[in-house]
């Protein structure tokens, strides 16, 4: 069984901070060879990819969070834990985030809101 769970969201004040948190699992040690990504979904747009981090380490970031998101992850047995440090939020930055594996399984989404 694959699991994509992700946590962390919720309500944040502009200037803000939050971390988003996501536990990829499955039977067999599979997630470990996955790039791993965090996307967004803000409501009447098209969902976009906000950071990425591949098997080796490396990573990626949409050009309207590059100095203030921070993509890692943490490759256990079965499972590969994945996070999302957001600094310096903007409101701009309120969508529903989706933790994603291989560019094919999803997690649910978690809401992240940045307002006064």
């Known amino acids: 069984q694959v699991q994509l769970v992700e946590s962390g969201g919720g309500l944040v004040q502009p200037g803000g901070s939050l971390r988003l948190s996501c536990a990829a699992s499955?039977?067999?040690?599979?997630?470990?060879?996955?790039?791993m990504g965090w996307y967004r979904q803000a409501p009447g747009k098209q969902r976009e990819l906000v950071a990425a981090?591949?098997?080796?380490?490396?990573?990626?970031?949409a050009d309207s969070v590059k100095g203030r998101f921070t993509i890692s992850r943490v490759n256990a047995k079965n499972t590969v834990y994945l996070y999302l440090q957001m600094n310096s939020l903007k409101p701009e930055d309120t969508a529903i985030y989706y933790c994603?594996?291989?560019?094919?399984?999803w997690g649910q989404g978690t809401q992240v809101t940045v307002s006064s």
């Open positions: 981090v591949g098997s080796d380490g490396n990573t990626n970031y």
């Open positions: 994603n594996a291989n560019s094919i399984l």
């Open positions: 499955a039977t067999r040690s599979i997630f470990s060879i996955y790039a």
